[in-house]
């Protein structure tokens, strides 16, 4: 009698649901931040990268859950590919997103500053700056970051200051040193600018890197900006908004229109997560939380810089090859023998490029040929991101 085979266990569920593929696609990412055969700055590039992604999860993705928990669509909306609904999906969300962040922070913290700090590439604090140090950022700051700041402090006639998308801030607990504690504490804030470098490069020993992250260094000279109060306590901020694309379908208005609107709305949109600094006050915490009307999960206390993804400027700043990838040279498209330009080249036949391993200077130099051509009247292409 043949013995009976074992049950087989059935398979929930053949495939990823599409949070989960994504979800597994930039852990991956970190992976190669924490493989430590891979050169070090590349290292740091791929955490960058990790943080970049995860910043447009949530901007897109999970604000389009909580947007479809707004509008209620939590119990009556139909099973998603996963076969959960919003909130079921938002709650499996929350547990991986900040299981995640821990990684990104140990990866940095663990692996990636003392493998940088054996390389003599440092990124201080302002209490770790040599004298010499300290007076170049100086200048730097003089010239080039306090004319663009803007401190506010919040009371009835300061509202709070509307934060961008992804915009870093300062904010910082004050009171008024004239009435000592007869009076509650206000909450200060300043944004950092955009415009400038996240790692300002720093005077060194020979043979090092050094920098300084541009909000500790406006952090160090808070005092000047808020004069007749005192700084109880201060963090670095920064809040993530929904990003997403909400299109009313009405016949009166073209798509073109719709989506021309939504962007210039784009960065008003609700907040979705507040990244900030371990070390801040509750205080801080819970007035900026209320400010932004985000429960408490949707805060995410950083064990390092509050943007990860700015990371990337050690890659371009640090120029160390050894450190790095060889640089990859893409092949160059040569025209046939005999023959005179791009154009009489795709008469004779189609002409198929693959990049980055065929170099893009010849889709470059067939726009600058068609440019420079009387019989052409239009160039039209499509792109993908």
Known sequence: VPAKKAPVKAVKTLFFSRDESWLRFNQRVLEEAQDSTNPLLERVKFLAITASNLDEFVEIRVAGILQRIEDGYSVVQPLDEGGLRPQERLDQLRVWLRSFVEAQYRCWNEQLLPAMLAEKIRVLRWEELSDEARTKALEFYESEIDPLLTPVTIDPSHPFPRVLNKARGLALLLRLKRKGNKVAPVLGVVTVPRSLPRLVPLPGAEGCCDFILLHEL???????MFRGYAVLSRSAFRVTRNSNLYLQEEESRSVLESVREELHNRRKGDAVRM??????????????????????????RTDGPVNLSRLMNLYTEVRRPALKYPAFAGKEFHLSAKTADIFEELRKGDVMLHHPFDSYKAVEDFIEAGAADESVISMKQTLYR
């Open 275 to 300: 990244e900030i600094e371990a070390s801040a006050s509750e205080e801080i915490v819970e007035r900026l939380r209320t400010n932004f009307e985000l429960e408490p999960w949707q805060v995410f």
């Open 218 to 224: 406006i952090e160090s000279q808070v005092e000047r």
